[in-house]
Structures are given as C-alpha cells and as structure tokens.
T-cell receptor
Framework: ETGVTQTPRHLVMGMTNKKSLKCEQH?????MYWYKQSAKKPLELMFV???????ENNSVPSRFSPECPNSSHLFLHLHTLQPEDSALYLC?????????????FGPGTRLTVL | AQSVTQLDSQVPVFEEAPVELRCNYS??????LFWYVQYPNQGLQLLLK??????LVKGINGFEAEFNKSQTSFHLRKPSVHISDTAEYFC????????????FGSGTRLLVRP
C-alpha cells in the first residue's frame, strides 16, 4: 500500500470499551499527527510525534492515549470515551515537523461512542 | 494566536460556472497559507500553498488563490467547475517560524450541480 492508511475505517464503541486506532504511513516520513474532525468545526490538532518523540499534546483528555513505536506507525488508544468524542479521527504524516513540510492525510476513522 | 474564518459553510454552483471560496485570517505574525480539499470518505489533500513570492498561486485541478495581505485574505477560485469538484475545502495557516501547527478554518462545502 502507498500513502497513509488508517484502520479501522469505522468504529462503534460503548463508553466503557477500550479500543485502538491504527495509522501507518509508507512515505518514509518522520513526523506523524492525530487530528479530530467534528461536524461544523475546524480540524483540531491532538498530538504530534517527530522521530518517535511526542512534541505536542494539545490539551487532550487522558482518555486518549497516543503511541508511536516507530516512525511508520501511530496508534491512538481509547478508553472510557464520552459521546461528544464521536468524530472523524484523521492521521497525517510529513517529512518532519515544520510549516514548509506538506502533511499527507489518511482517510480517517469514523468513531461513534454510544 | 492565529485564526481562520471561512464565512460560507456551503456554496452551491452549476457545472462550468466560476466559483470563489472565501478565506480570511487573523495573525500577529507573518503566516504561510494553504488550501486543502477533502473528497467524500477521504482524507485531506493539499490543493495549493502560499509561502512567499507571487501573490497568485496556482494549484492542482485548475484551482488558484490570491494572497491579499492588506485584506488578510486568501480566496480560492476556479474559472469553470466540474461535478467532480464537489468536496469540502479547508483554508489553513501556519506561522512563519519553526511551528508545524496548521490552524484550519471550519470548511466550505462546494456543491456542483449539473
């Protein structure tokens, strides 16, 4: 596969469940990002990893826990979520951090919390 | 802090007509400017970007945008749209320093009708 892939594409979970979102990039990039896209709201940056090190946590609640085992993979572990956490979660990657580095986005995981 | 305003949440237009999607930004420092497109069930894709130089920027799929510093605007235009241009369009800014953060607008849905 090429580009940025995300699995699963759709996820329905209860508030007491634990689940994980997976992102994989095949572009040789060193920076990876998690964004939250809610209806009628701007994309919200959640986390940034650069060379496997977390460089940004944008005041995200602790029920969201990211993990970056290597530069190609990024996970978002979910537990005890709330219905307002229902959204499209987008992963992106770029050669490295920095505004001049174009970010490439995956198709997203549509999350519904019941 | 930076902010991006896309006043039009939806723009309906007939096929082969011209279109302009408006974007205004606010920032105390100089910024880079971007337009991204999101087709249904897909991630975001970079359309074009303004980094420096000519204020008229040409992107993919026949789109162009003009940076107007005095009006703090970066409107997106296309002289003749196609059905396949139906998508969500996001304007974004980033500080002209080492920051990687993209600040997005809330998006404009372009609906092209036959």
């Amino acid at each position: 596969e090429t580009g940025v892939t995300q699995t699963p594409r759709h996820l329905v979970m209860g508030m007491t469940n634990k689940k994980s979102l997976k992102c994989e990039q095949h572009l040789g990039h060193n920076a990876m990002y998690w964004y939250k896209q809610s209806a009628k709201k701007p994309l919200e940056l959640m986390f940034v990893y650069n060379f496997k090190e977390q460089t940004e946590n944008n005041s995200v609640p602790s029920r969201f826990s990211p993990e970056c085992p290597n530069s190609s993979h990024l996970f978002l572990h979910l537990h005890t979520l709330q219905p307002e956490d229902s959204a499209l979660y987008l992963c992106a990657s770029s050669p490295r951090e920095g505004a001049l580095n174009e970010q490439f986005f995956g198709p997203g995981t549509r999350l519904t919390v019941l | 802090a930076q902010s991006v305003t896309q006043l039009d949440s939806q723009v309906p237009v007939f096929e082969e007509a011209p279109v302009e999607l408006r974007c205004n930004y606010s920032s105390s420092v100089s910024v880079y400017l971007f337009w991204y497109v999101q087709y249904p069930n897909q991630g975001l894709q970079l359309l074009l970007k303004y980094l420096s130089g000519s204020t008229l920027v040409k992107g993919i799929n026949g789109f162009e945008a003009e940076f107007n510093k005095s009006q703090t605007s970066f409107h997106l235009r296309k002289p003749s749209v196609h059905i396949s241009d139906t998508a969500e369009y996001f304007c974004a800014v980033s500080r002209m320093d080492s920051s990687y953060k993209l600040i997005f607008g809330s998006g404009t849905r372009l609906l092209v009708r036959p």
